[in-house]
């Protein structure tokens, strides 16, 4: 039973370049929510998804950053045009998202992103 | 007022201690409470989940949830250094909606 696959774990770009970070959710799992975490810091909302629709996104840049979750295939989150400020760890859950009581989310091992 | 507090640490305890970590919070609508275990450079992982108010065991573990107070806990009984890590709280509103972290508290459990 995989858990929720985030690759690369690492992941290094030069200020201007994108980046592409993957997430595939648990099996069963429909929903994937995205964090991001600072050195030092909490998690940070990002973006919440379902297959194919983006359910809130309150917590994404207004540039430069994008995320879907097609129907087919992971989930990714986009960073175009990358500055140093984008340096963190990009973590992704995921949850089942049927039922009241099966809200519990299960992260990956994360994406770290360095920009140089 | 941050949404969701907690003590950042770090907590040092002896081996075998029983450990009590906090967080309170300022939204009464949250309904769903999670507490997650980080060890450096890895992804949280879900140690225990608590709907509404109550009390839930498992193993060595305990959750509490005051919801009056806007208050949670989370108790390791028997702490082992194994146990040393970062424990996050999230919670959310409802069902479905994302997760709100505290900012974790750092525990050493020394041999």
């Known amino acids: 039973n995989a858990g929720v696959m985030q690759n690369p774990r690492h992941l290094v770009r030069r200020r201007g370049q994108e980046a592409r970070l993957r997430c595939s959710p648990m099996?069963?799992?429909?929903?994937v929510y995205w964090y991001r975490q600072l050195p030092e810091e909490g998690l940070k909302f990002m973006v919440y998804?379902?297959?194919?629709?983006?359910?809130?996104e309150s917590g994404m840049p207004k540039e430069r950053f994008s995320a879907e979750f097609p129907k087919e295939g992971p989930s990714i989150l986009r960073i175009q045009q990358v500055v140093r400020g984008d340096s963190a760890a990009y973590f992704c859950?995921?949850?089942?998202?049927?039922?009241?009581?099966?809200?519990?989310?299960?992260f990956g091992q994360g994406t770290r992103l360095t920009v140089v | 007022q941050k949404e969701v507090e907690q003590d950042p640490g770090p907590l040092s305890v002896p081996e075998g201690a029983i450990v009590s970590l906090n967080c309170t919070y300022s939204?009464?609508?949250?309904?769903?409470f999670m507490w997650y275990r980080q060890y450096s450079r890895k992804g949280p992982e879900l140690l225990m989940y608590?709907?509404?108010?109550g009390n839930k065991e498992d193993g060595r573990f305990t959750a509490q949830v005051d919801k009056s107070s806007k208050y949670i806990s989370l108790f390791i009984r028997d702490s082992q250094p194994s146990d040393s890590a970062t424990y996050l709280c999230a919670m959310s509103r409802y069902y479905g909606q994302n997760f709100v972290f505290g900012p974790g508290t750092r525990l050493s459990v020394l041999p």
């Open positions: 859950a995921s949850s089942p998202g049927t039922g009241e009581m099966n809200t519990e989310a299960f």
């Open positions: 998804l379902q297959k194919e629709n983006i359910i809130d």
């Open positions: 939204n009464s609508a949250f309904q769903y």
């Open positions: 608590t709907y509404s108010s």
């Open positions: 099996k069963g799992h429909s929903h």
